[in-house]
């Protein structure tokens, strides 16, 4: 990357204050744009979901892996729970997505309560294994509801048969299936038996994005080891689990319990890149290299839900973070994940252009059907899922439940860094985490053909930075009514 009519910043700069020019293109096609990384990950598209409570879980973790991306499990999470979301998530299909199911005799209720989990809009009615209804919100609109489900489902599906979708063609031929029949959604079978359900969107979806899949061919998964306690003997837990990316994670990565749970974690022998952070200088980068860090996860303060700029007057500008940390890392032959700050697809061509591998995304991500929390309406009709800071009153009292003295958690609970109580607002035009994908990486896809570049290595050594004024970026606003 360079900057335009090389410009010296005079001070330190975050997303919004640069733009991206374009340059002399002979990518003909924003689909010959190649999006994996190369920090060893194994993602094909570069991004990362934020080990948040809220926001990282088993739902989450599946259906982005299955797009290529991947999500850290967070800290707060037993070893014995850690493993049975990991064994869930390489358990998926890569292909076949995992439906709500429900039986005939459920409830209508149910049903509501459980369409919000996943974006399909609709459930699959299941008896002896096999689909033998499909029921969508609109079939449960007006009627009681205790009515059972056999009463208001489409009886006999439209399904499809899996053994259609492993020949070749088979995406397009399923695709035509859900088409001529007006259908959003079916049921797959194998042997008659449920499978999981193709929609008209993952159909097209699979034939854009390949999965980030390890080297037995199952959905890839990360997760996090803190610094305190026995790190070693976690991260044997977490290895042992199957994590595909080990993060050590603290708030100020650059001190010296995090170097010495670094070593911790070489003294096992990973065979998964380790990520380490937070850090947001050269100097940090250099230390967590030499301690054993592999990928370095950089920003401090740019989260949605931090405070830590605030409370301490801690943290740098997100944009001059990354630049300066994945210069640093890329002469070691390290890499950085630009964590935190993620609001619109335009910051993650940035990061990448700045030279991180990867963006980490938290509460964007938070706003989704996918994410664990419930889905609430806020009384006006409009849906949305709690967020909370991992620094925050309440994921500091979850992660000290259970250890040390009342005296002690109290004490720790004064230390608050984080929000406890963000409202993240569902897109109703992308409501699902995957809609965000495609938003992020068309968008990115489309950053990499303005600078002339088919991979994110040529994207950010093509990229050319320019500065702009507040009015600028006001200026790339859309309008969508009169001023
Ligand atoms: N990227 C960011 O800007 C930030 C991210 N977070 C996220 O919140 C989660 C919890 O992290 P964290 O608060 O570090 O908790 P951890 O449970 O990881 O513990 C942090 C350890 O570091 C010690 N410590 C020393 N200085 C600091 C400091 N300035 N801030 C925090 N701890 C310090 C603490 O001791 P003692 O408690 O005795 O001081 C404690 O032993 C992580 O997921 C982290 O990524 C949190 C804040 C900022
Ligand atoms: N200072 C704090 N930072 C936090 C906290 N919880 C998470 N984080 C950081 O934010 C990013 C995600 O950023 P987002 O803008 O996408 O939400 C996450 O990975 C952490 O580094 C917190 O309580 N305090
Ligand atoms: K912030």
């Known amino acids: 990357m360079r900057f335009l009519d090389e410009q010296a910043p005079a001070t330190d700069l975050t997303y919004g204050d640069v733009f991206l020019v374009p340059s002399r293109s002979d990518v003909t096609s924003r689909f010959d744009v190649d999006l994996a990384s190369d920090d060893g990950t194994g993602t094909t598209i570069p991004v ?14 599946e259906t982005v892996a299955r797009r290529g991306g991947l999500a850290i499990l967070p ?3 037993p070893a014995d729970v850690v493993a049975g979301v990991v064994a ?13 199911v429900v039986a005939p005799q459920d409830t209508v209720h149910s049903v509501l309560t459980l369409l919000g989990k996943r974006a399909h809009g609709a459930a699959v009615v299941v008896q002896d294994g096999r689909p033998v209804g499909v029921v969508t919100e609109s079939d449960c609109a007006d009627v009681d509801r205790f009515t059972r489900v056999a009463e208001v489902m489409s009886a006999e599906p439209r ?8 020949g070749p063609g088979g995406l397009e031929a399923a695709f035509d299936v859900l088409h001529s029949a007006r259908l959003d959604l079916a049921p797959v079978v194998r042997d008659g038996r449920l499978a999981g359900v193709l929609t008209r969107k993952g159909a097209l979806r699979s034939s854009i994005y390949s999965p980030a899949l390890d080297a037995a061919g199952s959905l890839r998964v990360g997760a996090v ?11 044997k837990d977490l290895l042992a689990a199957g994590v595909d990316v080990l993060v050590v994670d603290t708030a100020h990565g650059h001190q010296t319990k995090m170097l010495a749970a670094l070593e911790a974690v070489r003294s ?7 990520v380490a952070g937070n850090v947001v200088t050269a100097d940090g980068v250099r230390d967590l290299v030499s301690a054993g860090a592999d990928i370095l996860k950089v920003g401090v303060g740019p989260g949605a839900m931090c405070t830590t700029r605030m409370q301490t007057g801690v943290g740098r500008p997100q944009f001059s973070a990354v630049l300066e940390c994945a210069a640093a890392a890329r002469e070691l032959g390290k890499h950085v994940w630009a964590d935190g700050g993620v609001r619109h697809p335009r910051d993650v061509a940035l990061a990448l252009a700045a030279g991180a591998s990867q963006v980490m995304v938290g509460s964007w991500f938070a706003g989704t059907y996918e994410s664990p929390g419930d889905l609430k309406d806020d009384g006006t009709g409009r849906l ?5 800071g991992m620094a925050s009153a309440r994921a500091v009292a979850a992660r000290t439940a259970g250890s040390g003295t009342a005296f002690a958690r109290a004490r720790k609970a004064l230390y608050e860094e984080g929000i406890s109580t963000g409202k993240m607002y569902l897109d109703p035009a992308r409501p699902g985490v995957e809609d965000l994908l495609d938003e992020i990486t068309s968008g990115l896809r489309s950053s990499c053909t303005y600078a002339g570049a088919r991979s994110l290595a040529e994207f950010s050594e093509r990229a050319v930075v320019g500065i702009q004024s507040a009015a600028g970026y006001q200026e ?8």
């Open 48 to 61: 990362v979901v934020a080990n948040m409570t809220a926001v990282a879980g088993r739902r989450m973790a």
């Open 75 to 77: 800290q707060d999470v």
């Open 88 to 100: 869930d998530v390489k358990g998926k299909d890569p292909v076949i997505e995992t439906p709500v």
């Open 159 to 166: 399904v499809l048969d899996a053994a259609l979708l492993d």
């Open 225 to 235: 080891v803190g610094i305190n306690g026995d790190v070693a003997a976690k991260a």
């Open 268 to 274: 096992v022998d990973p065979d998964v890149p380790v």
């Open 384 to 388: 949305y899922k709690d967020s909370f």
């Open 476 to 483: 790339g606003m859309p309008v969508a009514t009169s001023w």
